[in-house]
């Protein structure tokens, strides 16, 4: 058994409530391969550093995944496909720190400035 | 008189510069310990942040302007942890958020 990060990027016109469907979607590939989800991240909408396929925003989404390798091809074998999404990376990690979010007070500090861009 | 007293005065006036300078080049040539700054390597340590790919804050430090990973020769970061930095920014690169 593995420790798997998993990120997806979304488009940016993707709804919320497709958002949940996309998160649904991977989370149920995951148990039916005998994997477990310690936990997802939604991080929201935020700004892309370089324009991605005429996206200057992307709704990311963050898994946390324990299990074996066969998850990681089938999630990205789907991913391939996908037309919601971007990007996806996956990193193997040693250990995993599930106390720490870095992106939920980033979007309070990004707040005010989505005001000044209209 | 006048011009002779200047001139004597400019001759003196040269003499100690020439001193000056001869002190200077001793120190910079012999110079003491003291004055190398030798600066710790922030990341490592105790209670030094973690170096991690979601940590922008972080990682937004030890990069220049133009987006490109600053030298530690730079940051004085030890080696160990420039390695684990660059990695943690080529996949914050590769995820857009830097």
Same mark, same amino acid.
């Given at each position: 058994?593995?420790?798997?990060?998993?990120?997806?990027?979304?488009?940016?016109?993707?709804?919320?409530?497709?958002?949940?469907?996309?998160?649904?979607?991977?989370?149920?590939?995951?148990?039916?391969?005998?994997?477990?989800?310690?936990?997802?991240?939604?991080?929201?909408?935020?700004?892309?550093?370089?324009?991605?396929?005429?996206?200057?925003?992307?709704?990311?989404?963050?898994?946390?995944?324990?299990?074996?390798?066969?998850?990681?091809?089938?999630?990205?074998?789907?991913?391939?496909?996908?037309?919601?999404?971007?990007?996806?990376?996956?990193?193997?990690?040693?250990?995993?720190?599930?106390?720490?979010?870095?992106?939920?007070?980033?979007?309070?500090?990004?707040?005010?400035?989505?005001?000044?861009?209209? | 008189?006048?011009?002779?007293?200047?001139?004597?005065?400019?001759?003196?006036?040269?003499?100690?510069?020439?001193?000056?300078?001869?002190?200077?080049?001793?120190? $910079?040539?012999?110079?003491?310990?003291?004055?190398?700054?030798?600066?710790?390597?922030?990341?490592?340590?105790?209670?030094?942040?973690?170096?991690?790919?979601?940590?922008?804050?972080?990682?937004?430090?030890?990069?220049?302007?133009?987006?490109?990973?600053?030298? $530690?020769?730079?940051?004085?970061?030890?080696?160990?942890?420039?390695?684990?930095?660059?990695?943690?920014?080529?996949?914050?690169?590769?995820?857009?958020?830097?």
């Amino acid at each position: 058994m593995n420790l798997y990060e998993h990120t997806i990027i979304a488009k940016q016109d993707v709804s919320p409530s497709q958002i949940k469907q996309l998160i649904e979607k991977y989370s149920k590939i995951v148990e039916k391969l005998d994997g477990d989800i310690l936990k997802t991240e939604n991080w929201g909408l935020l700004n892309l550093s370089y324009i991605i396929n005429k996206n200057k925003k992307g709704n990311y989404i963050h898994f946390k995944i324990k299990g074996k390798n066969k998850i990681v091809s089938e999630l990205e074998k789907n991913e391939k496909i996908d037309k919601n999404l971007l990007k996806y990376m996956t990193i193997k990690v040693k250990e995993f720190d599930l106390t720490t979010n870095y992106f939920s007070i980033k979007e309070k500090d990004e707040a005010p400035r989505k005001k000044y861009n209209g | 008189m006048k011009r002779q007293e200047r001139s004597t005065m400019v001759k003196k006036r040269n003499s100690n510069k020439k001193n000056k300078q001869s002190n200077f080049a001793k120190l $910079s040539i012999f110079q003491p310990n003291k004055y190398k700054f030798k600066k710790n390597c922030p990341l490592s340590g105790k209670g030094a942040p973690i170096v991690d790919y979601k940590n922008i804050k972080l990682l937004k430090k030890y990069i220049s302007e133009n987006g490109k990973i600053l030298p $530690s020769r730079i940051t004085s970061i030890s080696q160990k942890k420039q390695r684990l930095l660059s990695l943690s920014i080529r996949r914050a690169r590769n995820l857009a958020l830097i």
